[in-house]
């Protein structure tokens, strides 16, 4: 059984960090690529970050870039998401989730496997 558990979420202020985690059980998380979506209340669930099943390879979308990293530890099978100077606006539920790439579609994974999310709320 494929199992995705994210931590780490939380209720922080404007300019805080946190940093998400997602244990993945049941599969070897070095045979994956694997992203970070999130979901705020009333909005379509967005693309955060992308990280190669090698971890050479990431990518993030525009408004946490330079804020956001999303890195792996395959020997531990878990992927983390840093998030520093938090803004109200990334204010979410976080999902992880394994698959494969697809760097020409909409995310560049497309998923096999999603994680029940944990809830980041930042206040201003």
């Known amino acids: 059984q494929v199992q995705l558990v994210e931590s780490g979420g939380g209720l922080v202020q404007a300019g805080d960090s946190l940093r998400l985690s997602c244990v993945l059980s049941g599969r070897s998380l070095s045979s994956y690529s694997m992203g970070w979506f999130r979901q705020a209340p009333g909005k379509d669930r967005e693309f955060v970050a992308f990280n190669s099943w090698s971890g050479n390879r990431t990518s993030y979308v525009d408004s946490v870039k330079g804020r956001f990293t999303v890195t792996r530890d395959n020997a531990k099978n878990t992927a983390f998401l840093q998030m520093n100077s938090l803004k109200p606006e990334d204010t979410a539920v976080y999902f992880c989730?394994?698959?494969?790439?697809?760097?020409?579609?909409?995310?560049?994974?497309?998923?096999?496997?999603w994680g029940q999310g944990t809830q980041v709320t930042v206040s201003s």
């Open positions: 989730a394994i698959g494969v790439p697809d760097y020409g579609g909409a995310f560049p994974l497309r998923v096999d496997y």
